[in-house]
């Protein structure tokens, strides 16, 4: 796999008609995030057509219910045959084993992911906001663990706990990793970033990379500084 095709870029506008625009401004990027706000938007509308320009799909819905219905949500979702799908882990074991079971009997080719920790949450919000009795990087790694452990196909989390979770839950399991910034970018409400080539190097598997490229005022030049800064 080329280093490029490891980056995964948000489409992070209002509707179909700025994701279209994006999508044209950026013509090399292979695989895009269709997240809340979009989606709510436009459907699956921006689905078709990111399939009908044969890019791949992050459908990053997030979902965090009681298991039957994540296990709905999950089938009907399958029927999309993006790439990749989110749920909370903390939807609980029974929730992610209900959306593996969705998943297995859709026959999906779908790869389940679950998301650790918002990356824009850090060590003082988990404990003194959540509550958490764990340091950040144990709680994520538990998190890991307890998808992994359910049947799903890898997580997300942030570049900074990618390694012990790359360590403890193996080769083939899935990483993707927001808070990535490149040198040349703020960190924005991002608490936990790298940049793009020491998260690779720490056993991340894919980049989730927006604002440094789709806030810039030439987002074609940034996205060729990051191809580039990753092959260096």
């Not at 992610?96 to 679950?114: D, P």
Request: aromatic share 6%.
């Amino acid at each position: 796999m080329l280093p490029q095709e490891r980056i995964i870029v948000p489409l992070d506008v209002p509707d179909l008609e700025s994701a279209i625009e994006l999508t044209k401004t950026l013509p090399d990027v292979t695989f895009w995030k269709v997240g809340l706000e979009l989606f709510v938007s436009a459907g699956t509308s921006i689905l078709d057509y990111l399939k009908e320009q044969e890019k791949r799909i992050f459908l990053d819905l997030k979902f965090h219910d009681i298991p039957n219905t994540i296990e709905g949500a999950c089938r009907s979702a399958m029927k999309y045959n993006v790439d990749l799908l989110t749920v909370h882990a903390t939807a609980g074991k029974e929730a992610l084993k209900a959306a593996v079971k969705a998943k297995k009997e859709s026959n999906s080719s779908t790869k389940l992911v679950a998301i650790t920790l918002l990356t824009s949450i850090n060590t003082r919000e988990l404990a003194l906001d959540l509550k958490i009795p764990l340091e950040l990087p144990e709680y994520t790694l538990q998190m890991a663990i307890l998808a992994q452990d359910s049947g799903l196909d890898g997580v997300v989390c942030s570049p900074q706990e990618v390694g012990e979770i790359r360590r403890v839950c193996g080769e083939n399991f899935w990483l993707v990793c927001p808070g990535v910034r490149p040198t040349f970018s703020q960190k924005g409400d991002q608490k936990r970033v790298m940049t793009p080539k020491e998260a690779l190097q720490s056993g991340a598997d894919y980049l989730v990379i927006g604002r440094p490229i789709t806030q810039s005022e030439t987002p074609e030049i940034a996205w060729q500084q990051i191809c580039q800064e990753i092959a260096q």
